[in-house]
């Protein structure tokens, strides 16, 4: 933990202390990465062979030969800035070439570099990890996970600001889903749509709301 406070402080003070989309993607540009914000006709998921891949993430990040963060268009500018510094802390834990590390090893260290960068005072998202975690504390289990969906070949990543911040597998042990306030649909640790979600068990999820369309709990 403290390796990855020290990447997000290294982050950090390279962009000025101030978190924005902007100086998040000219850091990870003068790395060599290139970033593509996507739709259904962007020419680089037909050259790559990524139209299908697309299809399932908001932002994953290719590297084969060229490195290429894509970022779905059509998203709001705040999650495009979570999905970007989510991407940015697998590239600076060196996840895209470490064959030793388990996918959910690096989706929590990942996890680790976002959420301390989020926390910086001069973050803009500070106000919503703050206020995520009062609805949190609201909860029995004080227990709260903001979600994104993207992948490093198979990988599907979850944020979670918790007391203790476990691996996803534990996660899934629990068997548990996640609903909003307003929603009326529970959803994976993984949906894009579970923003500022809390848990609730799967029995009682079942019986009072209706399975994601998108992520598909009950398949899992």
Request: charged share 25%; proline share 5%.
């Amino acid at each position: 933990m403290k390796e990855i406070k020290k990447l997000a402080r290294k982050f950090l003070r390279a962009i000025g202390g101030k978190v924005t989309y902007e100086r998040a993607a000219d850091y990870i540009v003068s790395k060599g990465y290139s970033i593509i914000l996507y739709d259904e006709t962007t020419d680089e998921l037909y050259r790559f062979a990524l139209e299908e891949l697309a299809e399932q993430r908001h932002a994953f990040t290719y590297c084969e030969n060229v490195k290429i963060i894509f970022i779905r268009r059509s998203i709001i500018e705040y999650e495009k800035l979570m999905l970007l510094l989510h991407e940015i802390g697998h590239i600076e834990c060196n996840h895209l070439y470490d064959d030793v590390k388990t996918p959910s090893r690096k989706e929590y260290e990942a996890n680790l570099f976002y959420n301390f960068v989020i926390a910086a005072p001069a973050s803009p998202l500070r106000p919503l990890l703050f206020s995520a975690l009062l609805i949190a504390s609201l909860s029995i289990n004080v227990y709260l996970v903001i979600t994104l969906q993207n992948t490093h070949a198979t990988d599907t990543a979850f944020i979670s600001t918790s007391r203790s911040l476990p691996y996803p597998q534990e996660q899934e042990e629990q068997k548990v889903y996640y609903v909003t306030r307003t929603g009326k649909k529970y959803h994976t640790a993984s949906c894009p749509y579970a923003i500022s979600a809390v848990p609730i068990d799967a029995a009682t999820a079942e019986k009072l709301y209706e399975p994601c369309l998108f992520c598909k709990p009950d398949n899992n």
